[in-house]
């Protein structure tokens, strides 16, 4: 089992950065991938971007690319989604999710352990 917690979910104004974190605890070893996803109301959960969990690398969303960034620390089980130049359309509950099998991962389905989720709000 791996249990995960997402922190630093705030209201902000567009334009502003913000960094989301996502703990990890339980059967950390197992991760091989990491992920971020969204959902705004009466919209479904979309895939933001994932990391590869021993290698670092990273894959993005059309979206989000060139503005959101993804990173771990691995010592610390923990990962990272640096949000800049946030626009209103980036307001969601932020998600972080673990895979145990494969990267890239970018469907829902794909990933078993998720968070409770940590709100965004970003006024224009």
């Known amino acids: 089992q791996v249990q995960l917690v997402e922190s630093g979910g705030a209201l902000m104004q567009a334009g502003d950065s913000l960094r989301l974190s996502c703990a990890a605890s339980?059967?950390?070893?197992?991760?091989?991938?990491m992920a971020w996803f969204r959902q705004a109301p009466g919209k479904e959960r979309e895939f933001v971007g994932c990391i590869s969990w021993q290698s670092a690398a990273t894959y993005y969303a059309d979206s989000v690319k060139g503005r959101f960034t993804i990173s771990r620390d691995y010592a610390k089980d923990t990962a990272y989604l640096q949000m800049n130049s946030l626009k209103p359309e980036d307001t969601a509950v932020y998600y972080c999710?673990?895979?145990?099998?494969?990267?890239?991962?970018?469907?829902?389905?794909?990933?078993?352990?998720w968070g409770q989720g940590t709100q965004v709000t970003v006024s224009s």
């Open positions: 999710a673990a895979d145990l099998n494969s990267f890239p991962r970018t469907s829902v389905s794909e990933y078993q352990y």
């Open positions: 339980g059967r950390t070893f197992s991760i091989y991938t």
